[in-house]
């Protein structure tokens, strides 16, 4: 069975500084996705970033951007120049190639401080 | 821009009572998904549905849980007979063809169970 680990429950930053949340998970296959999806006080998931496991590059997207590391089993998320909109939970998810669902990490609260 | 929607966004039930939760997918896709949050909580996968069938189900989704689509436009997950630890925030997702699609979320219903 594959199992998402966020270790980080909590954690704050300035404004303007950098951040990143970690990610882990366990899974003996090899295609897959990996994905950050933020749920702030609305409620609503919305899909931040997304790395497909066969590819090298580490994907970004604006201030946003991970760091895969597919040997180790590891994704984490990294945010530049943080903004006060950016206070969320954020939850790691992974889903296999040929399988439909999708699984989630516990989530971390970012809370960007003024 | 399109997006998943879900009614109501709040609902209260004894327990006991059985609960329908209403979800408007996207029109053009093709698996669906509902999520369970206990409140503070991880996301957890429940069910998805792909080609008027389940096609993968947690162990939380039990015999007291069923989900349908009655018409080809609604999504609907139904709680037989609700028990105090049903109360969590339900979110439906939807996602198009393709195994990197990203998964659309609707804001969620609230259910709590008294």
């Given at each position: 069975?594959?199992?998402?680990?966020?270790?980080?429950?909590?954690?704050?930053?300035?404004?303007?500084?950098?951040?990143?949340?970690?990610?882990?998970y366990d899974t003996s296959e090899n295609n897959y996705y990996l994905f950050w999806y933020k749920q702030p006080p609305s409620r609503q998931m919305i899909l931040v970033i997304r790395?497909?496991?066969?590819?090298?590059?580490?994907?970004?997207?604006?201030?946003?951007?991970?760091?895969?590391?597919?040997?180790?089993?590891?994704?984490?998320?990294?945010?530049?120049?943080?903004?006060?909109?950016?206070?969320?939970?954020?939850?790691?998810?992974?889903?296999?190639?040929?399988?439909?669902?999708?699984?989630?990490?516990?989530?971390?609260?970012?809370?960007?401080?003024? | 821009?399109?997006?998943?929607?879900?009614?109501?966004?709040?609902?209260?039930?004894?327990?006991?009572?059985?609960?329908?939760?209403?979800?408007?997918?996207?029109?053009?896709?093709?698996?669906?998904?509902?999520?369970?949050?206990i409140l503070g909580q991880k996301v957890e996968f429940l069910v998805s549905f792909y080609n008027n069938e389940i096609s993968e189900k947690s162990e939380i989704f039990d015999d007291?849980?069923?989900?349908?689509?009655?018409?080809?436009?609604?999504?609907?997950?139904?709680?037989?007979?609700?028990?105090?630890?049903?109360?969590?925030?339900?979110?439906?997702?939807?996602?198009?063809?393709?195994?990197?699609?990203?998964?659309?979320?609707?804001?969620?219903?609230?259910?709590?169970?008294?």
């Open positions: 069975a594959q199992t998402v680990t966020q270790s980080q429950p909590e954690m704050s930053v300035q404004e303007a500084e950098t951040v990143t949340l970690s990610c882990t790395q497909e496991a066969y590819k090298q590059q580490n994907a970004t997207e604006n201030r946003f951007s991970v760091n895969f590391q597919k040997a180790a089993k590891s994704f984490s998320l990294k945010i530049s120049d943080s903004q006060l909109g950016d206070t969320a939970m954020y939850f790691c998810a992974f889903k296999l190639y040929n399988n439909n669902d999708m699984r989630f990490g516990a989530g971390t609260r970012l809370t960007v401080k003024p | 821009e399109p997006e998943v929607t879900q009614t109501p966004s709040h609902q209260v039930t004894q327990m006991g009572q059985e609960v329908i939760l209403r979800c408007v997918p996207i029109s053009n896709h093709l698996y669906f998904y509902w999520y369970r949050q007291q849980f069923s989900v349908e689509r009655p018409d080809g436009s609604n999504f609907t997950l139904k709680i037989r007979s609700t028990k105090l630890e049903d109360s969590a925030m339900y979110f439906c997702a939807s996602r198009g063809q393709g195994a990197d699609t990203e998964a659309f979320f609707g804001q969620g219903t609230r259910l709590t169970v008294v």
